[in-house]
């Protein structure tokens, strides 16, 4: 079985486009038929869902 693979988008200015970058990572490797989980770590603001 092979490792997961990992990726973290972050930074610490809100507004600069971090969910939207992950969103669109996890479609794009989704669409490529990988197995995707997405996680969204912002306690305050979390806008994943959206």
Same mark, same amino acid.
């Given at each position: ?9 972050? @930074?610490? %200015? ?6 939207? /970058? ?10 490529? @038929?990988? %197995? ?6 912002? /306690? ?7």
């Amino acid at each position: 079985m092979l490792k997961p693979k990992i990726i973290c988008v972050t @930074g610490g %200015k809100g507004g600069t486009g971090k969910t939207l /970058v992950a969103v669109n990572l996890a479609i794009m490797f989704k669409n490529r @038929g990988y %197995k995707v989980l997405l996680i969204d770590g912002d /306690v305050e603001n979390p806008n994943t869902f959206l």
